[in-house]
C-alpha cells in the first residue's frame, strides 16, 4: 500500500482546504521528508486525516467518534485519501456536516476508483471489508504498520518479562490469545460443574416401591368412580332448578304481556282515526294543484317567449362587443404599422450611411485566405522555434548541474581516500595500542605476584629451600626494593593505556560511519551524474547554428504578415496576430450582413406601405357594423320588457317556478303527514301482532309444567343449596383425583429419568475431562499462560525483523531472548565478546535506535502479505547526537531502496537542518493553521 495524497477541511486548527501530495516533486523524491511545526499546530491532525477517511476514525482518537474533529464556525469538514495497492489507484472519502440549526448529519463514507471516479462503495459497513480487502489493513494493523508510534515501543524495551506479553499484545493487536486461554479455563469450569450438578440431581431421584405403587393405583381407581358418581347427581341437580326457574319466569312474563297488548289495541284505534283525517288533507292539495295547471302552462310560454327575447339581446351584446374589440384592435393595427413604417425610414437611412462609411471594408474579404495561411505557416515556425528554445535552454541547465555534481563527487571521492588513509592509520595505532595494552597487562599480573609475596621475603633464611620454587638462595630476601609501588604504578600506566585503546576504538567506529555514508553518498552522486548524462542524451538539443537558423526561418514567416496592423511590435505573437485577424475577419462578416439587411429592408417598406392601407379599410368597415348591432339591440329591450309587465300580472308577483313550488309543497306535506300516520298506525298493529305471538309461545312452553304451582323464592333458595352442596363435593373429589393422578406422572417420570440419567452422566463426566486437559494445556482465569507462548512466538519473529534493521541502524547491539524466559528481552554487545546484558543498560540514544528498529520489524510484520510503502513515524529523535542521528537517518533513506517513503514527525531542529524537503505546519491567528511543502 502507498499513500499518494492526503486532502482535508476544516478538521481542528486546519481550518480551510489543504493537501499534500505524496507522489509529486519534492516529496516523491525525497526518500525520507520531515513533517514538522510547533507544538498544537496540528501535525497529528494531517495523520488523523489518513485515518479518518480510510477507516472513518481518527488515530488518535481509537475510536470512531469523529464529532468534534470540525474546526470551530465552519458547516462542514471533510478527510480525502488517494492510496494504490495491487497496481489500483482509489479514493477514500469521509465527509461530516451540519444542518442550518446546527445539527450534526450523518457522516459520508464513498471508497471510489481514483482515475475514474467510479463509486465502489458509499456506506461503512460496506467500505470498512472492501479496504481491508484491498489493502490487508484494518484500522489497527494501519496503525501498527504504517503510523508507527515510537512510545509504545521504547515501554516495550523496558518493561518487565511479566509485562512484556500484555505489552506486545497490544502492540501487535493479538488479544485472541488471551481470550482463547480464558474461554478454556471458563468452559472447564462450567462443564464440571454441570457434571457435579447432574450428579446430584440424578442422587435426589424418588421412586416409590411397589407396594405403594399398588396402593396409589387402587385409590386412582376408588377416586374415579366415586367423581364419576358425584358429577351425575350434580349435574340432575342443576337442571331441576333450572326448569323451576323457567317455569317462574314464563309465568311472571305472561301476566306482564297481557297488560301490554291492551294498551296497544287502544294506541291502534286513535292512529287509525289520524291516518283518515290526513288522506282527506291530502286529496284536498292535489284537487288546488290540479286548478292550477292551465295558469302554469300561459305563463310557460309567456316565460320561453322572454327568455328567447333576452338570448337574443345577449347574443347582440356579445357581438357588439367582439366588433368593438376587433375595431379597436383594427385601429390599433394601423397605427402600429403607420409608427413601423416611420421607424423602418429611420433605421434603413442610417444603414445606408454605414454601407457608404465602410465601403473600404468589402475589399478586405479577397485578402483574408491568404493571411490565414501565412499565419499558419508562421506558427508552426514560432512553436517550433521555442520549442528548439527550451530545449537548448535546458540541455545547457543540465550540463552545467552535470559538471557541479561531478566536481561534487570528486571532492566527495577525495575525501574518502583521505579517510580511508586515516582509518589504515587509525587501524595501525589501534592495533599497536592493543600490543602495549597486553604487554602492560602481563608487567601488572607479575607485579601483583611479587607483591603478594612481599610480607613473606624476611621468612627465607640462606641455605634453606624457598617453599614456593624450591631455590637456595634468596636474592630479594633483605632487599630495599618497593614492589607495591611497581604495582600501582603499573596499573596507573594499563588504566591509561586501556582509555587510549577504547578512544581509539571509538574513534575507528565513528570514522568506519563517516566512510560508509561518504560511499553512499559517492554513489549517489554518482548516479545522479549518470541519469543527467542520460538526460542530455535524450533531449538531443540543437546547436547554436541550428538555433540561428530556426530564428531566420520565423523571421521571415513572420514579415509575410507584415499588413497586420500591429505585427512589427516588440512581444507580437502568433496568438497576438490570431486576434487581429480575426478582428478582420468579423469586419468582412458583419459589413456583408448589413449590406444583406439593407436590400431586405428596401422590400419590406413596400410591405408596411400595404398593411397600412388594409388596416385603414377594415377599421372603417367594423365602425359601421358597430352602428348597426346597437340599434338592434335597443329593439330587443323594448320587447322583452313588455313580456316581463304581463307575465307578473298573471303570476301575482312570483315566478313561474316559485307559483308551481308553492303548490307542489303543499301537496307533499299533505302526502307526507298521511304517510306518517299510516306507518303509526302500521308499526301499532305489528307490535300488537308481536305481542300476541308471543303470548302464544310462552303458553306452548307452560304446558310442561301444567298443574304444577308456580315456585317461590323460598323454594328455589332450597333448590340451589342443594345443586351447590352437590357441585363442591364434585369439585372437592376432582382435585383429590388430580392430585392421585399426578403422583403416578412423577413416580413415571422419576423412573424414566433414573433410567436415562446414567448415560447423561457419564457423556457429561467425558466432555469436562477433554476440556480439562486443554485447560492444563493452555487455560487460566487471567489468559496469561497462552498469551505468553503466543507471545513469544511473535517476539522471536519480530526480533528476527528488527536485528535486520538494527545491523543498519547500531551494528554493535543485536536483540535476543533470554534464556529460560521467552519474553525477558536482552541486549547482545558485538564489540564485548558478543556478551549480553538487560535493556536497562542502553543510552537514551541506543534506546531510540532499538525502538525504532523494533518500529520498522512490526511494519514489516504486519505487511508480510501486504507491501507497506509508506510509513510515517513520530518523536524520538531528540535523544539522539548528531553521529547517531547520521546513521539513523542514513538508514532511513536506504529503505528508498526498496520502494517506500519515510515521513518523519519532530520538531528537533537538528531535523529540520538535516531533512530539507519538509511538510510545514505554519500556526496562523486566531488558532488556525495553514500546511506548506518546501523543499
Same mark, same amino acid.
Not at 509529486?24 to 511545526?37: D, E, H, M, N
Not at 471489508?129 to 509504545?152: H, N, Y
Given at each position: 500500500?502507498? +499513500?499518494?495524497?492526503?486532502?482535508? =477541511?476544516?478538521?481542528?486548527?486546519?481550518?480551510?482546504?489543504?493537501?499534500?501530495?505524496?507522489?509529486?516533486?519534492?516529496?516523491?523524491?525525497?526518500?525520507?521528508?520531515?513533517?514538522?511545526?510547533?507544538?498544537?499546530?496540528?501535525?497529528?491532525?494531517?495523520?488523523?486525516?489518513?485515518?479518518?477517511?480510510?477507516?472513518?476514525? $481518527?488515530?488518535?482518537?481509537?475510536?470512531?467518534?469523529?464529532?468534534?474533529?470540525?474546526?470551530?464556525?465552519?458547516?462542514?469538514?471533510?478527510?480525502? *485519501?488517494?492510496?494504490?495497492? #495491487?497496481?489500483?489507484?482509489?479514493?477514500?472519502?469521509?465527509?461530516?456536516?451540519?444542518?442550518?440549526?446546527?445539527? +450534526?448529519?450523518?457522516?459520508?463514507?464513498?471508497?471510489?476508483?481514483?482515475?475514474?471516479?467510479?463509486?465502489?462503495?458509499?456506506?461503512?459497513?460496506?467500505? &470498512?471489508?472492501?479496504?481491508?480487502?484491498?489493502?490487508?489493513?484494518?484500522? @489497527?494493523?494501519?496503525?501498527?504498520?504504517?503510523?508507527?508510534?515510537?512510545?509504545?515501543?521504547?515501554?516495550? +524495551?523496558?518493561?518487565?518479562?511479566?509485562?512484556?506479553?500484555?505489552?506486545?499484545?497490544?502492540?501487535?493487536?493479538?488479544?485472541?490469545?488471551?481470550?482463547?486461554?480464558?474461554?478454556?479455563?471458563?468452559?472447564?469450569?462450567?462443564?464440571?460443574?454441570?457434571?457435579?450438578?447432574?450428579?446430584?440431581?440424578?442422587?435426589?431421584?424418588?421412586?416409590?416401591?411397589?407396594?405403594?405403587?399398588? =396402593? !396409589?393405583?387402587?385409590?386412582?381407581?376408588?377416586?374415579?368412580?366415586?367423581?364419576?358418581?358425584?358429577?351425575?347427581?350434580?349435574?340432575?341437580?342443576?337442571?331441576?332448578?333450572?326448569?323451576?326457574?323457567?317455569?317462574?319466569?314464563?309465568?311472571?312474563?305472561?301476566?306482564?304481556?297481557?297488560?301490554?297488548?291492551?294498551?296497544?289495541?287502544?294506541?291502534?284505534?286513535?292512529?287509525?282515526?289520524?291516518?283518515?283525517?290526513?288522506?282527506?288533507?291530502?286529496?284536498?292539495?292535489?284537487?288546488?294543484?290540479?286548478?292550477?295547471?292551465?295558469?302554469?302552462?300561459?305563463?310557460?310560454?309567456?316565460?320561453?317567449?322572454?327568455?328567447?327575447?333576452?338570448?337574443?339581446?345577449?347574443?347582440?351584446?356579445?357581438?357588439?362587443?367582439?366588433?368593438?374589440? &376587433?375595431?379597436?384592435?383594427?385601429?390599433?393595427?394601423?397605427?402600429?404599422?403607420?409608427?413601423?413604417?416611420?421607424?423602418?425610414?429611420?433605421?434603413?437611412?442610417?444603414?445606408?450611411?454605414?454601407?457608404?462609411?465602410?465601403?473600404?471594408?468589402? @475589399?478586405?474579404?479577397?485578402?483574408?485566405?491568404?493571411?490565414?495561411?501565412?499565419?499558419?505557416?508562421?506558427?508552426?515556425?514560432?512553436?517550433?522555434?521555442?520549442?528548439?528554445?527550451?530545449?537548448?535552454?535546458?540541455?545547457?541547465?543540465?550540463? @552545467?548541474?552535470?559538471?557541479?555534481?561531478?566536481?561534487?563527487?570528486?571532492?566527495?571521492?577525495?575525501?574518502?581516500?583521505?579517510?580511508?588513509?586515516?582509518?589504515?592509520?587509525?587501524?595501525?595505532?589501534?592495533?599497536?595500542?592493543?600490543?602495549?595494552?597486553?604487554?602492560?597487562?602481563?608487567?601488572?599480573?607479575?607485579?601483583?605476584?611479587?607483591?603478594?609475596?612481599?610480607?613473606?621475603?624476611?621468612?627465607?633464611?640462606?641455605?634453606?629451600?624457598?617453599?614456593?620454587?624450591?631455590?637456595?638462595?634468596?636474592?630479594?630476601?633483605?632487599?630495599?626494593?618497593?614492589?607495591?609501588?611497581?604495582?600501582?604504578?603499573?596499573?596507573?600506566?594499563?588504566?591509561?593505556?586501556?582509555?587510549?585503546?577504547?578512544?581509539?576504538?571509538?574513534?575507528?567506529?565513528?570514522?568506519?560511519?563517516?566512510?560508509?555514508?561518504?560511499? $553512499?553518498?559517492?554513489?549517489?552522486?554518482?548516479?545522479?551524474?549518470?541519469?543527467?548524462?542520460?538526460?542530455?542524451?535524450?533531449?538531443?538539443?540543437?546547436?547554436?547554428?541550428?538555433?540561428?537558423?530556426?530564428?531566420?526561418?520565423?523571421?521571415?514567416?513572420?514579415?509575410?504578415?507584415? #499588413?497586420?496592423?500591429?505585427?512589427?511590435?516588440? #512581444?507580437? #505573437?502568433?496568438?497576438?496576430?490570431?486576434?487581429?485577424?480575426?478582428?478582420?475577419?468579423?469586419?468582412?462578416?458583419?459589413?456583408?450582413?448589413?449590406?444583406?439587411?439593407?436590400?431586405?429592408?428596401?422590400?419590406?417598406?413596400?410591405?408596411?406601405?400595404?398593411? %397600412?392601407?388594409?388596416?385603414?379599410?377594415?377599421?372603417?368597415?367594423?365602425?359601421?357594423?358597430?352602428?348597426?348591432?346597437?340599434?338592434?339591440?335597443?329593439?330587443?329591450?323594448?320587447? $322583452?320588457?313588455?313580456?316581463?309587465?304581463?307575465?307578473?300580472?298573471?303570476?301575482?308577483?312570483?315566478?313561474?317556478?316559485?307559483?308551481?313550488? =308553492?303548490?307542489?309543497?303543499? *301537496? $307533499?306535506?299533505?302526502?307526507?303527514?298521511?304517510?306518517?300516520?299510516?306507518?303509526?298506525?302500521?308499526?301499532?298493529?305489528?307490535?300488537?301482532?308481536?305481542?300476541?305471538?308471543?303470548?302464544?309461545?310462552?303458553?306452548?312452553?307452560?304446558?310442561?309444567?301444567?298443574?304444577?304451582?308456580?315456585?317461590?323464592?323460598?323454594?328455589?333458595?332450597?333448590?340451589?343449596?342443594?345443586?351447590?352442596?352437590?357441585?363442591?363435593?364434585?369439585?372437592?373429589?376432582?382435585?383429590?383425583?388430580?392430585?392421585?393422578?399426578?403422583?403416578?406422572?412423577? &413416580?413415571?417420570?422419576?423412573?424414566?429419568?433414573?433410567?436415562?440419567?446414567?448415560?447423561?452422566?457419564?457423556?457429561?463426566?467425558?466432555?469436562?475431562?477433554?476440556?480439562?486437559?486443554?485447560?492444563? !494445556?493452555?487455560?487460566?482465569?487471567? /489468559?496469561?499462560?497462552?498469551?505468553?507462548?503466543?507471545?513469544?512466538?511473535?517476539?522471536?519473529?519480530?526480533?528476527?525483523?528488527?536485528?535486520?534493521?538494527?545491523?543498519?541502524?547500531?551494528?554493535?547491539?543485536?536483540?535476543?531472548?533470554?534464556?529460560?524466559?521467552?519474553?525477558?528481552?536482552?541486549?547482545?554487545?558485538?564489540?564485548?565478546?558478543? *556478551?549480553?546484558?538487560?535493556?536497562?543498560?542502553?543510552?537514551?540514544?541506543?534506546?531510540?535506535?532499538?525502538?525504532?528498529?523494533?518500529? !520498522?520489524?512490526?511494519?514489516?510484520?504486519?505487511?508480510?502479505?501486504?507491501? %507497506?510503502?509508506?510509513?510515517? %513515524?513520530?518523536?524520538?529523535?531528540?535523544?539522539?547526537?548528531?553521529?547517531?542521528?547520521?546513521?539513523?537517518?542514513?538508514?532511513?533513506?536506504? !529503505?528508498?531502496?526498496?520502494?517506500?517513503?519515510? /515521513?518523519?514527525?519532530?520538531?528537533?531542529?537538528?531535523?529540520?537542518?538535516?531533512?530539507?524537503? @519538509?511538510?510545514?505546519?505554519?500556526?496562523?491567528?486566531?488558532?488556525?493553521?495553514? %500546511?506548506?511543502?518546501?523543499?
Amino acid at each position: 500500500m502507498r +499513500l499518494l495524497a492526503v486532502r482535508l =477541511q476544516n478538521l481542528n486548527s486546519l481550518s480551510g482546504m489543504h493537501e499534500v501530495r505524496f507522489d509529486a516533486v519534492p516529496l516523491s523524491t525525497a526518500g525520507v521528508f520531515l513533517i514538522t511545526g510547533p507544538t498544537g499546530a496540528g501535525k497529528s491532525t494531517l495523520l488523523d486525516a489518513m485515518t479518518l477517511a480510510l477507516y472513518g476514525r $481518527a488515530a488518535r482518537y481509537g475510536n470512531d467518534k469523529a464529532d468534534e474533529m470540525m474546526s470551530r464556525h465552519t458547516m462542514e469538514c471533510f478527510a480525502e *485519501v488517494d492510496f494504490e495497492t #495491487g497496481g489500483r489507484k482509489l479514493r477514500a472519502t469521509w465527509r461530516l456536516g451540519k444542518t442550518k440549526g446546527g445539527n +450534526l448529519r450523518p457522516v459520508q463514507r464513498t471508497l471510489a476508483d481514483a482515475s475514474t471516479l467510479e463509486i465502489l462503495a458509499d456506506k461503512g459497513r460496506e467500505m &470498512d471489508p472492501m479496504i481491508e480487502s484491498l489493502t490487508g489493513l484494518d484500522a @489497527q494493523r494501519f496503525l501498527r504498520s504504517v503510523l508507527l508510534a515510537q512510545g509504545q515501543f521504547a515501554a516495550f +524495551l523496558k518493561a518487565k518479562p511479566n509485562e512484556r506479553a500484555e505489552l506486545l499484545e497490544k502492540i501487535t493487536g493479538t488479544e485472541i490469545y488471551s481470550d482463547l486461554s480464558v474461554l478454556a479455563y471458563e468452559t472447564h469450569k462450567a462443564k464440571d460443574e454441570a457434571a457435579r450438578l447432574l450428579k446430584e440431581r440424578l442422587g435426589a431421584v424418588q421412586v416409590l416401591d411397589e407396594e405403594k405403587r399398588t =396402593q !396409589l393405583e387402587t385409590d386412582l381407581t376408588a377416586a374415579r368412580t366415586s367423581a364419576e358418581s358425584l358429577r351425575m347427581d350434580s349435574d340432575a341437580a342443576s337442571r331441576q332448578l333450572h326448569a323451576q326457574r323457567e317455569h317462574g319466569s314464563i309465568a311472571r312474563e305472561i301476566t306482564k304481556l297481557i297488560v301490554t297488548s291492551r294498551s296497544q289495541q287502544e294506541a291502534v284505534t286513535a292512529a287509525s282515526h289520524e291516518a283518515s283525517h290526513a288522506k282527506a288533507g291530502a286529496e284536498a292539495a292535489k284537487q288546488e294543484r290540479a286548478r292550477r295547471e292551465p295558469v302554469w302552462e300561459q305563463a310557460a310560454g309567456m316565460a320561453a317567449q322572454s327568455e328567447q327575447f333576452e338570448k337574443q339581446l345577449g347574443e347582440s351584446r356579445t357581438m357588439y362587443q367582439t366588433w368593438a374589440k &376587433d375595431q379597436k384592435e383594427a385601429s390599433a393595427r394601423r397605427a402600429t404599422a403607420e409608427k413601423a413604417l416611420a421607424t423602418h425610414l429611420e433605421a434603413t437611412e442610417a444603414l445606408e450611411e454605414w454601407l457608404r462609411q465602410n465601403a473600404g471594408d468589402a @475589399q478586405l474579404g479577397e485578402a483574408l485566405p491568404k493571411l490565414r495561411t501565412s499565419l499558419r505557416a508562421w506558427r508552426s515556425a514560432y512553436e517550433k522555434l521555442a520549442e528548439h528554445r527550451k530545449c537548448h535552454a535546458e540541455a545547457a541547465a543540465l550540463k @552545467q548541474k552535470l559538471a557541479e555534481v561531478e566536481a561534487h563527487a570528486n571532492e566527495l571521492a577525495k575525501q574518502r581516500d583521505e579517510k580511508n588513509a586515516k582509518l589504515k592509520r587509525d587501524r595501525a595505532e589501534s592495533e599497536r595500542l592493543g600490543k602495549m595494552l597486553e604487554g602492560q597487562r602481563e608487567v601488572v599480573r607479575r607485579a601483583e605476584l611479587v607483591a603478594g609475596f612481599d610480607e613473606h621475603r624476611h621468612d627465607l633464611k640462606t641455605g634453606e629451600p624457598c617453599p614456593l620454587c624450591g631455590a637456595l638462595e634468596h636474592p630479594y630476601a633483605h632487599t630495599t626494593t618497593d614492589f607495591e609501588s611497581q604495582l600501582q604504578g603499573a596499573r596507573k600506566l594499563l588504566g591509561t593505556l586501556e582509555k587510549q585503546w577504547e578512544k581509539a576504538g571509538r574513534d575507528l567506529g565513528t570514522l568506519e560511519r563517516e566512510l560508509a555514508k561518504n560511499e $553512499a553518498e559517492v554513489a549517489a552522486e554518482k548516479k545522479r551524474a549518470a541519469e543527467m548524462k542520460k538526460r542530455v542524451m535524450e533531449l538531443e538539443a540543437p546547436t547554436d547554428e541550428e538555433l540561428r537558423q530556426w530564428e531566420a526561418e520565423e523571421k521571415e514567416k513572420r514579415m509575410a504578415l507584415a #499588413g497586420l496592423p500591429h505585427s512589427g511590435e516588440p #512581444g507580437y #505573437g502568433p496568438d497576438a496576430a490570431e486576434r487581429e485577424l480575426g478582428a478582420l475577419e468579423q469586419r468582412v462578416t458583419v459589413f456583408a450582413k448589413r449590406r444583406d439587411e439593407a436590400a431586405q429592408k428596401r422590400g419590406e417598406r413596400q410591405r408596411l406601405e400595404s398593411d %397600412i392601407q388594409l388596416a385603414t379599410q377594415e377599421d372603417a368597415a367594423k365602425s359601421k357594423r358597430l352602428e348597426e348591432l346597437k340599434n338592434e339591440g335597443v329593439t330587443l329591450r323594448a320587447k $322583452a320588457d313588455a313580456l316581463k309587465s304581463q307575465l307578473n300580472e298573471l303570476l301575482g308577483g312570483r315566478t313561474l317556478a316559485q307559483d308551481r313550488e =308553492q303548490h307542489e309543497n303543499r *301537496v $307533499a306535506t299533505a302526502e307526507k303527514i298521511w304517510r306518517e300516520a299510516e306507518a303509526k298506525l302500521n308499526a301499532l298493529q305489528t307490535q300488537m301482532a308481536a305481542t300476541l305471538a308471543k303470548l302464544e309461545q310462552l303458553e306452548v312452553r307452560r304446558k310442561p309444567f301444567e298443574g304444577q304451582a308456580v315456585p317461590d323464592e323460598e323454594g328455589l333458595r332450597h333448590l340451589e343449596m342443594a345443586a351447590k352442596r352437590l357441585d363442591d363435593e364434585f369439585a372437592a373429589r376432582r382435585t383429590e383425583l388430580g392430585s392421585l393422578q399426578q403422583q403416578v406422572i412423577n &413416580d413415571d417420570a422419576a423412573r424414566k429419568r433414573r433410567e436415562t440419567g446414567g448415560a447423561e452422566l457419564q457423556a457429561a463426566e467425558a466432555e469436562a475431562l477433554r476440556w480439562g486437559r486443554l485447560r492444563e !494445556l493452555i487455560g487460566s482465569a487471567d /489468559g496469561a499462560k497462552f498469551s505468553k507462548f503466543a507471545q513469544s512466538l511473535t517476539l522471536r519473529q519480530l526480533i528476527g525483523l528488527a536485528n535486520e534493521h538494527l545491523k543498519v541502524l547500531a551494528e554493535r547491539y543485536r536483540l535476543m531472548a533470554a534464556e529460560g524466559d521467552e519474553l525477558d528481552l536482552r541486549i547482545v554487545d558485538l564489540y564485548q565478546a558478543n *556478551v549480553d546484558r538487560p535493556m536497562e543498560s542502553l543510552s537514551g540514544g541506543e534506546s531510540f535506535l532499538a525502538s525504532l528498529a523494533l518500529a !520498522l520489524g512490526l511494519s514489516e510484520l504486519a505487511s508480510r502479505h501486504h507491501p %507497506i510503502d509508506s510509513l510515517f %513515524i513520530d518523536e524520538g529523535f531528540g535523544t539522539l547526537d548528531t553521529g547517531t542521528l547520521e546513521v539513523a537517518l542514513s538508514a532511513l533513506e536506504n !529503505l528508498r531502496s526498496r520502494g517506500k517513503t519515510i /515521513g518523519l514527525i519532530s520538531h528537533v531542529e537538528l531535523l529540520k537542518e538535516r531533512l530539507t524537503t @519538509q511538510v510545514r505546519v505554519v500556526r496562523g491567528a486566531g488558532g488556525t493553521s495553514r %500546511i506548506e511543502v518546501v523543499a
